[in-house]
């Protein structure tokens, strides 16, 4: 994806993250069928990614298809969506999908914070080790002329203790894999589950090994920083020459010597 789609990307899931707090189910469920119809009308494609539209243009485009159809929050989403530049029709459609099964883990994560993502990826993982083992399983799933809903059935099959989170992605993949193999897309859908369960992780870096008074009054700050209960993984790096590093998701807090040097050398340098 161009920069240009990422930085909208970024901003669409910006945007996003307040209502996912609250979502259910529903919500990403909602996205995958506007995904639908973007994947099946080129000429709508085209008009929502035009750099000649005015950004409110696109937006009121999508609103008035979408009006009465979906909750309030999937319009506004896609309206975000719609009113922000992509370098090609495919960037906004992949955007979208990122955006649902974005949808889909806050859901899991909503219900049983990290245990939940965890849930989710085994599961995932589960599916996915299946379906490689068993090339029937494969051409089944890959079949273009099968009927979706006969695909999602065979899927959900074979992960029968799948939560909802699970199913509603493994489903996507298999009914909707957009030019690729199911087992593909799901082992996508893997790495964006990881990369949410990062948020729950706080990584600490520190020139001499913390005691664990240390780390437990570290650890209470950042919880309450983050407002969530975060694990900690504690490591020490000497080049630091002092302070800490500590990173959470994609946020850096660099409170070190080292990262200040570099800082007036920079200065320097003009």
Excluded: C
């Amino acid at each position: 994806m161009a920069s240009v789609s990422s930085e909208s990307l970024a901003k669409a899931l910006e945007f996003a993250e307040p209502k996912l707090a609250q979502a259910s189910i529903e919500l990403p469920k909602e996205l995958f069928a506007v995904l639908e119809v973007l994947d099946a009308n080129a000429g709508l494609r085209r008009a929502l990614t035009d750099p000649a539209r005015e950004a409110a243009e696109k937006a009121s485009l999508l609103a008035q298809l979408l009006r009465g159809k979906v909750s309030a929050d999937t319009e506004a989403i896609v309206a975000q969506l719609a009113s922000t530049r992509w370098s090609s029709e495919r960037d906004i459609s992949d955007a979208l999908e990122t955006l649902g099964v974005t949808a889909v883990t806050a859901v899991a994560e909503q219900q049983d914070g990290p245990s939940g993502l965890a849930k989710l990826e085994q599961d995932l993982f589960s599916f996915i080790d299946v379906v490689r083992s068993n090339h029937e399983l494969q051409r089944a799933l890959d079949d273009a002329q099968a009927p979706a809903e006969a695909k999602s059935a065979l899927a959900l099959k074979l992960v029968p203790n799948a939560s909802k989170a699970s199913q509603a992605l493994i489903s996507q993949a298999v009914s909707a894999p957009r030019g690729l193999k199911p087992v593909t897309l799901v082992e996508r859908f893997v790495e964006l589950v990881a990369k949410r369960q990062q948020r729950w992780i706080a990584s600490v870096t520190s020139t001499v090994q913390l005691s664990q008074a240390q780390l437990s009054r570290l650890e209470t700050s950042l919880n309450k920083i983050y407002d969530r209960k975060l694990k900690l993984n504690a490591t020490t790096d000497p080049s630091l020459v002092g302070g800490l590093v500590v990173k959470v998701g994609d946020e850096v807090v660099d409170a070190s010597v080292a990262s200040r040097v570099a800082e007036l050398r920079r200065a320097l340098a003009g």
